[in-house]
C-alpha cells in the first residue's frame, strides 16, 4: 500500500499542490496509527466488557495496560516507514520484524556480548541502546495489568521510545523530503 502511494505518478499528483512532502508521510503514518486504533479501541472494549461480565467490576486498568500496544503499533508503523524512506520495497517489512525481534531480547545480551571482541563491542552496544526495548514494554504492560510483578521504571523505557520515535520520523522525513 505505502509503496502503491508513493509511487512516482501518485506522487506526482499530489505534490502538484503546496504541500510539503514530509506530510505526505504524516499522514500515512498518523493514517495507518487510526486504523490501528480504531482496532485496538474495539478489541479492548470487548476484553473489558468480558471482565466487567465475569468479575462485575469496572476495571479501568486494563485500558492502560492494554495501550503499551499502541505505542508498540506506533513503532511498527514508524519503522516501516522509516526503512521505506530508505529502501523502497518490501524488504523495509522484513528489516523492521527483524528488528522487532532483535527487541525481545535486547535486554538479555549484556552478559552475551562480554565475550565480543573490543572493537565490535563498542557497536554491539550502541545496536543495543538503540534497538526499542520490546520485551520491557511488554514488561510494563503485564504489571499495569497484575499479570506479573516486575521490577521495571517505566520512565526510561517510554522516554528511550519517545526519543527513539522522534528519530525515526525525523530521519524519515529529512530522507523522503529530498528530491530524487
Given at each position: 500500500?505505502?509503496?502503491?502511494?508513493?509511487?512516482?505518478?501518485?506522487l506526482a499528483l499530489l505534490l502538484s499542490k503546496p504541500i510539503k512532502r514530509w506530510h505526505i508521510l504524516e499522514g500515512i503514518c498518523f493514517g495507518l496509527?487510526?486504523?490501528?486504533?480504531?482496532?485496538?479501541?474495539?478489541?479492548?472494549?470487548?476484553?473489558?466488557?468480558?471482565?466487567?461480565f465475569h468479575t462485575h467490576e469496572l476495571n479501568g486498568m486494563i485500558w492502560l495496560g492494554m495501550s503499551v500496544s499502541l505505542v508498540l503499533a506506533l513503532?511498527?508503523?514508524?519503522?516501516?516507514?522509516?526503512?521505506?524512506?530508505?529502501?523502497?520495497?518490501?524488504?523495509?517489512?522484513?528489516?523492521?520484524?527483524?528488528?522487532?525481534?532483535?527487541?525481545?531480547?535486547?535486554?538479555?545480551?549484556?552478559?552475551?556480548?562480554?565475550?565480543?571482541?573490543?572493537?565490535?563491542?563498542?557497536?554491539?552496544?550502541?545496536?543495543?541502546?538503540?534497538?526499542?526495548?520490546?520485551?520491557?514494554?511488554?514488561?510494563?504492560?503485564?504489571?499495569?495489568?497484575?499479570?506479573?510483578?516486575?521490577?521495571?521504571?517505566?520512565?526510561?523505557?517510554?522516554?528511550?521510545?519517545?526519543?527513539?520515535?522522534?528519530?525515526?520520523?525525523?530521519?524519515?522525513?529529512?530522507?523522503?523530503?529530498?528530491?530524487?
Open positions: 500500500v505505502l509503496q502503491d502511494m508513493c509511487a512516482d505518478s501518485n496509527f487510526k486504523i490501528i486504533f480504531l482496532n485496538w479501541l474495539i478489541m479492548v472494549s470487548s476484553l473489558w466488557m468480558i471482565v466487567y513503532i511498527y508503523i514508524s519503522m516501516v516507514i522509516f526503512f521505506y524512506t530508505l529502501i523502497p520495497n518490501a524488504i523495509s517489512g522484513i528489516l523492521t520484524i527483524f528488528i522487532i525481534i532483535a527487541g525481545f531480547g535486547v535486554s538479555l545480551t549484556r552478559e552475551r556480548l562480554a565475550s565480543f571482541p573490543e572493537a565490535i563491542l563498542f557497536f554491539a552496544n550502541i545496536g543495543v541502546e538503540i534497538i526499542p526495548k520490546i520485551n520491557l514494554l511488554f514488561g510494563i504492560s503485564m504489571n499495569t495489568l497484575g499479570i506479573l510483578d516486575l521490577r521495571i521504571n517505566s520512565f526510561p523505557i517510554f522516554c528511550h521510545t519517545a526519543i527513539f520515535l522522534i528519530v525515526l520520523h525525523v530521519v524519515s522525513y529529512v530522507r523522503f523530503s529530498r528530491p530524487k
